[in-house]
Structures are given as C-alpha cells and as structure tokens.
C-alpha cells in the first residue's frame, strides 16, 4: 500500500505525497451500507440547497463533487468514497471512463495518504426536472495491492501508461531506499511525457531526500508551472522548505494550498509542524487538530499534535496522540523518539528508553 512518507526533523511530522494526487477531502461522514459495482437506482428529493460543490482538477476542468469520506462495506471493510455528478450519460462509456480517469489520478492520491486499501468514485446522472426524481450511478471501484491500484470494476480505467510503468519502477527502488535507481526510472518517464505529474512529484522527492534540495525545488515549480493550482506540489514544496529551516517559504506554500483547498488536511498539519519548529505551539495544535479532524487517519498530525501538547506541557494528552500515531503507522520512528520525550517529562525513564531504540531500529535520527 502507498503510504504517506516523513523525513521530517526531530519534532515533526511534515506530510509527503508520494504520487500524482489533488486533495478532495472534505468533512468525514460515514455510508453505513455496500457500495455495489453495477448501475443503480437512487432517489433524491428536490432542495433548496446546492446537491454540490464545485471543484476545480489541475488541468481546469470543473466538477461537480456531492460527497468524499469513508464508506463502509458490509463486511465492515472501508474505503474512500468520492461521489460526483458528470454532464456524460452513463452509457457515454468512452467519454465517462477518461474523467473518470482523470478523477481517478488525482483521487488516489487522498486514499492513498489516509491508509486506505479501497476507493470508490460513483458517477451520477442527474435528470432534469420534477421535484421528485431518479438519478442513475455507476460506481468504479479500486484496490491497492503492494504499490499499486487497479480498478476491479473495468479494467480498462486507471491501467498504467508506459510513463506510469516507469513511475511504478521508481517507487519500488523509492521503497527500498535506492533513490539513485528511482530517479533513473522517474527521468524516464518525465522524457516519455515532459508534463508527468507523478515523474516530477516523485523524483523531487528522490532529490530531496538525496540532499540535491535545489533540483527538487526546480522540479516541483516544473509542475507548478504546468498545473499552477496542484495542491499537493505546494504541501510538497512545503516540506521540502521546512527540511531547510525556510520556514517563510514553506508557510508561504502551505497558505497557498490551503488558499486552492481550505479543506487541505496536509497542508493544515504541514503548517502546524512549521509552527512547532517557530515556538509557536497554541498554532500548532488548532492546525493539527484540523488536520485530524479532516483525516482522521492521518498518523503524521496525531505526531505532530503531540509534539505541540509536549511543549504546552500536556503531557498524557500529548501521549495519547503519539499512541494514535503508531496505532495508524507503527513503523512512524519520529513518534517513537517524541513519545520518549514525553516520557522524560513525566519521569517514566524505562518507557523512554525503549521508544528511543525503537526508533534508532527504525532508523529514525535526530537532525
């Protein structure tokens, strides 16, 4: 599974996206009920109120979006639902299936982040008129497996182009640690297709995580100059400042994205590690905080929480968040190490201890 990445300093827990995506997320929700793949009949009551919001995909084109959060399957399995309405009739299948795609490559960066193994995008076919009416839906269903996403209900939606081939070598070697090798793969594919979201996302991310700060900083405003309003290439960029301690910089990036998508969860938890490293922990933990409460499965803000509500001296609330934290990703180091400082403060030196060589084994070192 795609897994949000951290090569944060000390105490934070700075968000990375790791592939092409654009946050869609909005308030949480839960659909008590299976989704099914096959077109259905649904019901909907006229209103007053709008059915949905408007958001705008990095290449410009419009959507309609009614709902993103978590469903529940009936096996009490969840995945990440996104529910729009298309202008195409359902039985368009070409037209449908490329915005769909185009959805898809944006929204699969959210399921990935928050840790999810399913995702969903129902279309819907809105009718015109009578006050009450049937709309049609087609639902697209998609699963993880190791690296990669594929979608179960038409093979054809989301198969991977010769530039993507590449980008999936990349993240294997990304995955081992061998960035050299990835970067070879991600050149690849931004030579296959100059404009590759995912190619410069992610090969940004190899160069920073190299040292090479500059070359990920050039390709990240690459992107930015192709799709200006990529909210993930502003979280991104972000991090990549706040590795530098360019803290103008990155709260800079970090308004920026937010300014795109006030609903940002990375970007609110990128802010609030920024504030950390500025003293500035009351920030922090309202940032955080949001962040949570838009992702709630993203273990980073519960990290990054807890290292605010350490320096207000909260310190078993500050616990609590570093405990929610490895529940989400125990392989998350930095939480090992600040829930050891935790720990000091409150004298539990035997606990201390081990967090901290649990999190030298993860190889986690304090900059």
Known sequence: ????????????????????????????????????????????????????????????????????????????????????????????????????????????????????????????EEPEGQSVRTSRVKNFLFENKGTKWSC??????????????????????????????????????????????SALLNRSTAYETLGDHQKALDDLSSLLSISPNYVVAYVNRAWAHGRHKEFAEALEDCNKALSIDPKCAAAFNNRAAVYNDLGQYDKSLDDSSKAIDLAPHLAAAYDTRGVARRHLKQFQLAIDDFNKALALNPQLGEAYYNRAQAY????????????????????????
């Open 1 to 124: 599974m795609l897994r949000m990445n951290s090569f944060s300093k000390t105490e934070r827990s700075l968000v990375l996206a790791v592939s092409a995506g654009l946050l869609f997320a909005v308030a949480a929700q839960a659909v008590p009920r299976p989704i099914v793949p096959e077109p259905a009949l649904k019901l909907h009551f006229a209103s007053h109120q709008p059915k949905y919001t408007i958001k705008l995909l990095p290449s410009g084109k419009k959507m309609k979006l009614h709902f993103v959060g978590p469903l529940i399957f009936a096996d009490g399995d969840q995945a990440l639902l996104l529910s729009y309405e298309s202008d195409y009739k359902l039985d368009d299948t070409a037209k449908l299936n490329r915005e769909v795609e185009e959805i898809w490559s944006y929204f699969k960066q959210d399921a990935s982040l928050q840790g999810f193994k399913h995702a969903v995008i129902t279309v819907r």
């Open 152 to 197: 179960l209900t038409d093979p054809d939606v989301g198969a991977p182009t010769p530039e993507e081939e590449e980008c999936d070598k990349g993240s294997e070697f990304a995955k081992d640690g061998k960035f050299e090798q990835a970067i070879e793969h991600y050149t690849k594919a931004v030579a296959l297709n100059p404009k590759s979201i």
């Open 344 to 367: 000091k403060a409150i004298g539990d030196t035997g606990r201390a201890t081990s967090d901290e060589a649990r999190a030298k084994e993860l190889g986690f070192k304090k900059e």
